[in-house]
């Protein structure tokens, strides 16, 4: 009987001391080219005000041609993905990605393929994704 507490106790403890899935995406990750020639360089961690979430930052924009930075690019510092919850390894859904170009936000989620991210978002049935790379 001792030994059969001691097992359930046992089960029971690993069970609960198990973490769900939290992983975040980390690093620094380049999107794809818009019409207009430029990039984003956007930095990839734990949510402020939820680390087991995950969101992103616009760091930079770039001209894709020369590599230059787009001086008066009025978006730097603020959040393009927020809220993206780590539902398995390596998917994230749930969560928000905002468009720059015309100011849209969309339901998104995210997976890995390799050192790629792929975002993608929906508005009703209107969806679209990019393959970020990792650069960082």
Request: proline share 4%; charged share 25%; with cysteine.
């Amino acid at each position: 009987k001792q030994m059969n507490k001691f097992y359930v106790s046992f089960i029971v403890i690993l069970f609960f001391s198990l973490p769900a899935f939290s992983e975040n995406v980390t690093g620094f990750f380049k999107t794809e080219t818009s019409e207009r020639g430029g990039y984003l360089v956007v930095e990839m961690g734990p949510c402020n005000k939820n680390n087991k979430l995950t969101c992103g930052i616009i760091k930079e924009a770039l001209w894709e041609d020369n590599g230059s930075l787009i001086d008066d690019y009025e978006h730097i510092n603020k959040p393009i993905v927020w809220g993206m919850k780590n539902t398995s390894p390596g998917k994230f859904k749930k969560g928000k990605i905002w468009r720059p170009t015309d100011d849209k936000t969309f339901n998104s989620k995210m997976e890995y393929r390799g050192k790629d991210l792929i975002v993608s978002g929906c508005i009703l049935m209107l969806c679209s994704s990019q393959t970020w790379v990792k650069i960082k």
